[in-house]
């Protein structure tokens, strides 16, 4: 065999390697599936806990929950000086007035991000999900994006 050849054959076998054991894959959000990071800090007691759905449950609703008035994300300093971009996804817990009770990241570029994130998201006002004509706490997915000026 030829020396080009050759190496050809074995870039293929290592890229096919890499391509099956999953180390080669675009980075997504991955919308439920991975094990949250990082809550908010909680203001409530175990026994309120009983209302809300968990994480992943399903909760049928007529109309999702939305955001009102978003807060300003503070571009944490630490990423500034290093010129550090990236996105965040946060699952927020809405209750039936529409406040957020727990904010969980499950997928995050950069972690540097992950509590401007969660504080902008609790600090933001919200419509409560509605089924039946009646509100219900809802998880809502909230992007966050941080990108330098």
């Known amino acids: 065999m030829k020396p080009k ?3 050809l054959f074995i870039f293929s076998l290592v890229l096919l390697s890499l391509i099956t054991q999953n180390a080669y894959s675009q980075a997504l959000p991955n919308f439920g599936t991975d094990k949250p990071k990082k809550a908010a800090p909680k203001a409530e007691s175990k026994s309120d806990d009983a209302e809300f759905p968990g994480i992943n449950d399903f909760v049928p609703v007529d109309e999702q929950p939305a955001i009102v008035k978003r ?7 630490l990423a500034k000086t290093a010129r550090i971009e990236g996105n965040v996804y946060l699952k927020v817990l ?6 957020p009770r727990k904010a969980v990241v499950f997928k995050s570029d950069a972690e540097v991000f992950n509590d401007a994130a969660i504080e902008s998201a609790m600090k933001s006002s919200y419509t409560a999900a509605t089924s039946d004509g009646n509100p ?3 998880w809502l997915v909230v992007p966050y994006s ?4």
């Open 5 to 7: 050849k050759l190496i």
């Open 71 to 77: 807060a300003p994300a503070a571009y944490p300093e």
């Open 94 to 99: 809405v209750d039936k007035d529409g406040k």
């Open 136 to 138: 219900v706490a809802c």
């Open 146 to 149: 941080f990108k330098m000026k």
